[in-house]
């Protein structure tokens, strides 16, 4: 499959998917979110795939948010719910993925953008890069769940002041407030990256895509609920080939070779 807006590449365990619209800073139109989507169906069905990164294309921008100028295109409540639901779809899918994804926060992360690595397992970010949910400047809410997921990262407070604020705020201060996961200097992100992305591809595939299961469908639960959840999957894992192989190679001393199953 060939796409005009984005670059899908795959490297044995590794995924990235680079948003490629530098001259708009990655905005993200109906097109580029069709191959979002298109991209991610296509993981889900492969079992080789252990991690995807997501990234923007350029030195300026991760993604600088919807694309405006498509927004204010837009002339009917059905047409602007039918774009909220369109990334909506794409972020779902990500989560629902067995694969760990890790946003490369390379620029410019503002609304839809910040949006975008918000539903990513993982966030890391080069030193100059901003984060920031600027809707409310141009008559909107955040529409792609920007202002929710800010507020089950970091809390209310924090939701409450990006979303009403506008304001722009360094990676430093979004890694402060639990936004961002890791700092890196910009020509060193996709490295580290990568080295996440391996660190990730050693654990044991069906363990890792339960525990990113668990975390997500557990914060929608009471925690007594989760944690009943969660006591399924360990019984549920304990049985597996790989929980045999991963113990007995630890006892061995030795690598394990998983099998996912
Ligand atoms: N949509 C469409 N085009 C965009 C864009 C966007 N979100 N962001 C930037 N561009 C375009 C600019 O129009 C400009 O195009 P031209 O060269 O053709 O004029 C080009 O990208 C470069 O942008 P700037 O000249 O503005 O670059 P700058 O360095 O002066 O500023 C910026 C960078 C601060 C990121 C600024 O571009 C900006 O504020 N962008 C918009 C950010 C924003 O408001 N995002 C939220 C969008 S709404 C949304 O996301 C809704 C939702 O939740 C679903």
């Not at 694309?67 to 002339?75: C, H, K, P, Q």
């Not at 839809?112 to 984060?131: H, K, Y």
């Not at 402060?176 to 591809?201: C, F, M, N, Q, Y």
């Not at 929608?220 to 790989?242: H, K, P, W």
Request: include cysteine; charge should be negative.
């Amino acid at each position: 499959m060939s796409f005009e807006h984005i670059v899908f590449e795959i490297n044995e365990q590794i995924a990235v998917i680079t948003v490629n619209r530098p001259k708009a800073l990655n905005a993200l139109n109906s097109a580029t979110i069709r191959e979002l989507g298109q991209a991610v169906e296509q993981l889900a069905h492969n079992t080789q795939v252990r991690a995807l990164i997501i990234t923007g294309a350029g030195e300026k921008a991760f993604v600088a948010g919807a694309d405006i100028s498509e927004v204010n295109s837009i002339e009917s409540s059905l047409q602007g719910s039918q774009m909220s639901e369109a990334l909506h779809d794409v972020l779902w899918k990500l989560g629902e993925l067995p694969q760990v994804t890790i946003a490369a926060i390379n620029g410019f992360a503002l609304g839809g953008g910040f949006e975008l690595a918000l539903g990513c397992d993982i966030r890391i970010a080069s030193e100059q890069a901003q984060v920031g949910l600027p809707e409310v400047g141009l008559g909107l809410v955040p529409g792609w769940g920007g202002a929710l997921r800010v507020q089950r990262l970091a809390g209310t407070g924090v939701a409450k002041y990006l979303v009403l604020t506008g304001e722009r705020i360094p990676a430093s201060e979004a890694q402060r407030l639990g936004l961002i996961e890791k700092i890196v200097p910009a020509s060193e992100l996709l490295d580290e990256a990568h080295k996440l992305a391996t660190k990730v591809a050693k654990n044991a595939p069906l363990a890792t895509a339960l525990a990113k299961r668990l975390i997500n469908r557990g914060a929608e639960m009471s925690l007594r609920d989760a944690i009943a959840y969660e006591n399924g999957l360990f019984g549920q894992l304990c049985v597996t080939e790989d929980v045999k192989e991963g113990t007995s190679a630890f006892l061995e001393k030795r690598a394990a070779k998983w099998q996912g199953k």
